[in-house]
């Protein structure tokens, strides 16, 4: 449920706010592959007999990464910020994203640094992140356009918006920072039977 007028989103704008001048290097898209069993990496070896998904990330000088998400069938590139409670994404690109008309009332997203954001809540969309996918998922439309600033003024490509904490916390998101991979599970999905047991049971 949306709170009616007045709203304050305070969590919303997490890090990423306070962090802008510092943005350094845009990410480029990656293509995100389902997690593999036989992966050199111990993390992706326990992470795929549940199940999860690998979307690779791409860092940035500054600290910050990047990956490559889908709303409504169309590409753009998002921050990866565990700091913002929402997902947000920036109100110039609605359009663009065939964002639904926003529904609810619109509020204000408060930072940690006191500065107030208009904001408005569109639901009903299909959020994909390689195969994890939310096919009502309601995003915040919010101005971006200080961190875009921050981005054209260092020659860097701008951002179409951020993945917060609403999707970790659905995904049940584990970063890999050693490796520059996120991990989600999508809903529903199986527990994989490890290859030792299934050659056992077949004997």
Do not use: K, W
């Not at 326990?46 to 998400?69: M, Y």
């Not at 639904?100 to 969309?125: E, F």
């Amino acid at each position: 449920m949306i709170p009616a007028r007045g709203y304050r989103l305070r969590a919303a704008c997490g890090g990423l706010v306070l962090a802008v001048a510092s943005v350094v290097a845009a990410a480029s898209a990656s293509t995100p592959a389902l997690v593999r069993a036989d992966d050199a990496s111990p993390v992706a070896q326990a992470l795929a007999q549940q199940g999860f998904v690998a979307i690779p990330l791409t860092r940035h000088d500054s600290g910050h990464v990047g990956l490559s998400a889908t709303l409504n069938g169309v590409e753009g590139h998002f921050l990866l910020d565990t700091g913002a409670g929402r997902t947000m994404v920036e109100s110039a690109r609605g359009v663009r994203f065939a964002l639904r008309a926003p529904t609810a009332h619109p509020g204000v997203a408060t930072s940690a640094g006191g500065a107030g954001l208009p904001v408005q809540v569109s639901d009903g969309n299909r959020l994909a992140i390689g195969r994890y996918a939310d096919a009502d998922f309601s995003a915040l439309l919010i101005s971006l356009s200080h961190v875009n600033v921050a981005f054209e003024n260092r020659g860097q490509r701008a951002i179409d918006g951020v993945i917060g904490g609403d999707v970790l916390d659905r995904g049940r998101a584990v970063i890999d920072y050693a490796h520059d991979t996120l991990y989600l599970r999508p809903s529903g999905a199986g527990v994989a039977v490890p290859r030792a047991q299934r050659n056992d049971s077949t004997r």
